[in-house]
């Protein structure tokens, strides 16, 4: 149990902190500020058509595309509270905003584990194409509605830019105290020998045993699971599968950021498995007709994965200045 949450600490503080903090705080900002608005302008024809929504709503999923699983929920929920949509369409939108983010995607997996950028971009453009198909069919029975200013006074840049970072801090935080717990237990089931048994009885039913001894990871967790489906040298489209699929961990996140908009938990369970289905698909035929030295049957020739040790110590002293910083915002906005 230690080993696993010194696991997910590291985790953390070397992957997720890093490659999402900064897109937890702009996502908010770009609502509370007015930015996805404006913006919002220029997406509106392809919104409308696609999606049956307005241009903000636009900007809140390429954030989601390039921030990765928890960013564009989180944005939802921001348009929500904000008046900017209704209900049924936030929770539409929460069904394929859902992936894994382009400084995730390429940078760690692409570039840090595979050392080929290739890699995390074939990865990324199947996560992309596959939510928006998944987000044709969501949206299929939304009603569009023009959004137009209702005369709501508007923030001033500086409290936007607190509440933002107060935003995002505390998204951190329960994500990362989401991923530290999940570790923990995935160490307890380790222990008393869950985990080799599920592996046993899958390579019993004739299962390759790279995925065996993967599958377990890449539906308990992603980034617990990406590593290992890279460390045991699994095929490319297991890889996508876990991205598209998210992990448990994952599906406990959004419904905690998103709980104020009471998702349906299987319809949103069934949408991952979709999104992880159409990724896996999506990444065999890109990799077999566009990209053919990548082994997609088989295993890639790498070396494995080490996490960094070094930085625990300020991922710890992160986290403790995030919660200093949350309990002063409390104090003073």
């Not at 299929?140 to 200013?149: A, D, G, H, K, T």
């Not at 107060?166 to 990362?176: I, K, N, R, Y």
């Not at 460390?231 to 406990?252: D, E, Y």
Request: net charge positive.
């Amino acid at each position: 149990m230690t080993t696993g949450a010194l696991e997910g600490l590291l985790y953390c503080g070397n992957i997720l902190i890093p490659s999402l903090f900064p897109f937890a705080v702009f996502s908010a900002l770009a609502v509370k500020s007015g930015f996805a608005e404006s913006f919002g302008k220029f997406l509106s024809p392809l919104t409308r058509k696609l999606f049956h929504t307005d241009g903000i709503v636009g900007t809140v999923i390429l954030l989601g595309f390039t921030g990765g699983f928890p960013i564009g929920a989180k944005g939802v929920v921001t348009l929500y509270e904000e008046g900017k949509i209704t209900r049924q369409t936030a929770q539409s939108l929460t069904m394929f905003t859902v992936g894994g983010g382009i400084g995730f995607t390429v940078t760690v997996i692409g570039v840090s584990l595979y050392r080929n950028i290739i890699v995390g971009l074939i990865l990324w453009v199947c996560q992309i194409l596959s939510q928006t198909l998944l987000g044709i069919i969501a949206c299929r029975n939304i009603v569009y509605q023009s959004l137009e200013s209702k005369g709501q006074q508007k923030k001033a840049l500086s409290v936007c830019i607190v509440e933002s970072t107060q935003s995002g801090v505390e998204s951190m935080l329960a994500l990362c105290g989401m991923v530290i717990l999940f570790s923990c237990v995935f160490g307890i089931l380790e222990d008393v020998q869950v985990v080799a048994y599920v592996e046993w009885i899958l390579e019993a039913l004739s299962l390759p045993m790279s995925i065996s001894q993967s599958i377990i990871s890449v539906l308990w967790e992603v980034t617990k699971g990406c590593n290992s489906c890279f460390n045991q040298g699994c095929p490319l489209w297991l890889m996508s599968f876990a991205l598209g699929w998210g992990g448990i961990c994952v599906h406990f996140q959004i419904y905690a950021i998103a709980s104020v908009l009471e998702i349906p938990k299987v319809k949103f369970m069934m949408y991952r498995l979709g999104q992880g289905i159409l990724s896996a698909l999506l990444t065999l035929v890109v990799c077999r007709f566009y990209h053919p030295a990548l082994n997609v049957y088989g295993t890639f020739a790498n070396d494995t994965a080490v996490v960094s040790t070094s930085n625990y110590v300020g991922s710890i002293a992160l986290v403790g200045m995030s919660l200093l910083f949350v309990v002063f915002c409390r104090r003073t906005v």
